[in-house]
């Protein structure tokens, strides 16, 4: 058991750091996004693999923002459904939640879900206010990554390859 107790007041601050983390990589501000991580925070995402620190974050956030703006622009990330669970230091804890990101389609001006899944981060107040200390972003992207813990049952769907379309003339 931990020997300290998070107060109510943490957590709302943890949701606004959730927030500015949000609005700050998706909306291209590094001056809000970049506050959220600790100077040695590390995050693991899917595509973009594991980085660590400020520099390697900044550089990953402006390949997406720059290199990678028509798959990024118009994104929304939203974390809901936290559990924050002390770690026996104090002032270190891990939060986990779910995640959902919604996308505006700019070519086709419709909007649509790009993604779920969970997360698993790694708070830390070392440095004053309350930061990531590392993200780790579980995207569902098979049926295996949903951390599902009952039994599963479902049958696997059936596998159909269809034949080549003849072209006539």
């Given at each position: 058991?931990?020997n300290?107790?998070?107060?109510?007041?943490?957590?709302?601050?943890?949701?606004?750091?959730?927030?500015?983390?949000?609005?700050?990589?998706?909306?291209?501000?590094?001056?809000?996004?970049?506050?959220?991580?600790?100077?040695?925070?590390?995050?693991?995402?899917?595509?973009?693999?594991?980085?660590?620190?400020?520099?390697?974050?900044?550089?990953?956030?402006?390949?997406?923002?720059?290199?990678?703006?028509?798959?990024?622009?118009?994104?929304?990330?939203?974390?809901?459904?936290?559990?924050?669970?002390?770690?026996?230091?104090?002032?270190?804890?891990?939060?986990?939640?779910?995640?959902?990101?919604?996308?505006?389609?700019?070519?086709?001006r419709?909007?649509?879900?790009?993604?779920?899944?969970?997360?698993?981060?790694?708070?830390?107040?070392?440095?004053?206010?309350w930061?990531?200390?590392?993200l780790?972003?579980?995207?569902?992207?098979?049926?295996?990554?949903?951390?599902?813990?009952?039994?599963?049952?479902?049958?696997?769907?059936?596998?159909?390859?269809a034949?080549?379309?003849?072209?006539?003339?």
């Amino acid at each position: 058991m931990p020997n300290w107790k998070l107060t109510a007041d943490d957590r709302l601050e943890i949701q606004e750091l959730y927030a500015r983390y949000a609005w700050g990589i998706d909306l291209a501000d590094a001056a809000m996004a970049m506050p959220t991580f600790a100077q040695d925070c590390w995050f693991d995402h899917l595509w973009q693999g594991k980085v660590q620190g400020h520099e390697a974050i900044l550089k990953n956030l402006q390949s997406l923002w720059n290199d990678r703006q028509h798959w990024w622009y118009g994104r929304q990330h939203i974390m809901n459904t936290f559990i924050m669970e002390e770690r026996e230091a104090p002032g270190e804890l891990d939060v986990r939640c779910f995640f959902q990101i919604i996308q505006f389609q700019t070519d086709y001006r419709t909007n649509f879900v790009f993604g779920i899944g969970t997360r698993i981060d790694h708070l830390t107040r070392k440095e004053g206010p309350w930061r990531f200390q590392s993200l780790k972003v579980n995207a569902w992207t098979e049926a295996d990554q949903v951390p599902w813990q009952g039994e599963y049952l479902m049958a696997k769907r059936p596998v159909h390859k269809a034949e080549p379309v003849v072209k006539t003339a």
